[in-house]
């Protein structure tokens, strides 16, 4: 993989480093033997390091390309269904139809979860935000299926898998069914995986949900889309945690709880929250002066992406899939024809165009989750929901290709050593 190398001089010493070449993307300097010499490199928030070697997902943000074990983000979203992309993820190939209708059964037949875990819920607030309840219900799972958790063992790891996959849907909506005080509705084994977690989250005991197949389809884009993006906060939260041997159900509670910042999986519900702010079109033009003006604070969410610079490839198909679904519903609501003018201008502006300020996954997955009746505190859930396969994914690869606990190094910046002398009197 090595072959070239790099020489990096440091007053009178020169260190030779290899240059490794990866599949596709940027060739990478291994600075592991840096540390023998007496040297780190200072890298905050990993931007410029590599942290692992990975075999699942491709970014180029400049090309705006998103490539899930070598297969294009948008023939995936269009020609395949989320559980398809799944067992992408996981196994690395396409599945032949054996395969997939094997994959399919097994999950749908454990969908649901130990009739324990439901008291759990009400240990919470009825006010509680769903990602809380969410990542302390994820996390005490592995108090109920501790009878595979040899993070060693490889079939161990199939099974949790299979078993977060398929529950966490179920946990997910029950989330929100708590939070509004209804009755818990149990998975229906004869519903695909979208439409299973929209029957749900909105069906009652006293009247059945039907599951518009378009409403289905928009969903089933919603989780393949968010299903994994390379080395984000999250998924590298996993491999952090996971690398101390830690059992899977904390390692995704982890990951659940990195991407319930509103930097990561929040940004949905901020561009809402925005759309909200800016209430009706007429006042979007004083929005737009103010997100121009360097001296205001104010900032349009869900434009631009901190690694595409080009158009977000998943955007494309999450921009046709909106305007589906606003057909569908033939929806009058001012916040959606707020963010539908906000798309137009943005796409049309000549200072958006120039910084590359697109609509990106976000902005439109927001407006598709409200249009569907979801309400804002859920968008980071469902997130969640669909990235679990990201993050089971890379934590099965860490662990085949050989565990090395994350260790970090800092830049110390504080005291010298000094002496203490105590001025506390004692009694």
Not at 172 to 194: E, R, T, W
Request: net charge negative; charged share 25%.
């Amino acid at each position: 993989m090595a072959d070239n190398k790099a020489k990096l001089t440091i007053a009178e010493t020169s260190v030779d480093l290899d240059v490794l070449s990866p599949t596709l993307g940027s060739k990478v300097i291994d600075i592991r033997t840096l540390g023998s010499k007496g040297y780190y490199t200072y890298d905050p928030g990993f931007t410029s390091t590599a942290s692992c070697e990975s075999k699942i997902t491709f970014i180029d943000g400049d090309n705006g390309i998103l490539l899930h074990r070598g297969f294009p983000i948008g023939q995936l979203a269009t020609e395949s269904t989320y559980l398809e992309v799944c067992y992408i993820l996981l196994y690395g190939e396409a599945p032949t139809q054996e395969q997939y209708d094997k994959f399919k059964t097994t999950v749908t037949r454990h969908t649901m979860i130990h009739e324990q875990i439901t008291r759990l819920f009400h240990g919470f607030r009825r006010d509680s935000h769903p990602m809380a309840v969410l990542c302390g219900v994820t996390g005490a799972l592995a108090a109920f299926y501790h009878d595979a958790l040899d993070v060693s063992n490889p079939v161990h790891r199939d099974i949790t898998a299979y078993r977060l996959l398929s529950k966490m849907p179920t946990v997910a909506a029950m989330c929100y069914k708590y939070s509004i005080g209804q009755p818990f509705v149990y998975p229906k084994n004869d519903l695909s995986y979208a439409g299973n977690f929209l029957h749900m989250m909105f069906a009652t005991p006293c009247e059945e949900y039907v599951v518009n197949p378009v409403l289905e389809r928009a969903m089933d884009r919603i989780f393949i889309l968010h299903a994994d993006h390379e080395q984000n906060a999250s998924t590298s939260t996993v491999r952090t945690a996971g690398s101390s041997g830690a059992n899977p159900f904390a390692c995704i509670a982890a990951g659940i709880a990195s991407l319930w910042g509103p930097a990561h999986g929040g940004a949905n519900e901020a561009c809402l929250r925005m759309l909200e702010e800016i209430k009706t079109v007429e006042h979007i033009p004083e929005f737009i002066k103010r997100a121009k003006d360097k001296n205001d604070s104010f900032r349009l969410m869900g434009f631009g992406h901190r690694v595409y610079k080009n158009y977000d490839p998943r955007a494309t198909v999450m921009r046709e899939t909106c305007h589906e679904v606003l057909k569908e519903l033939n929806l009058n609501d001012s916040l959606l024809e707020v963010a539908m003018e906000l798309e137009r201008i943005a796409l049309n502006d000549p200072y958006f165009i120039e910084k590359k300020l697109y609509p990106n996954v976000d902005f439109y997955s927001g407006i598709i989750l409200k249009a569907l009746g979801i309400p804002s505190n859920m968008f980071t859930v469902i997130f969640a929901i669909a990235r679990t396969i990201g993050w089971i994914a890379h934590w099965n690869e860490m662990h085949e290709d050989g565990l090395k606990i994350a260790r970090p190094r800092q830049l110390y910046t504080g005291y010298d050593e000094r002496e203490f002398k105590s001025e506390i009197k004692k009694k």
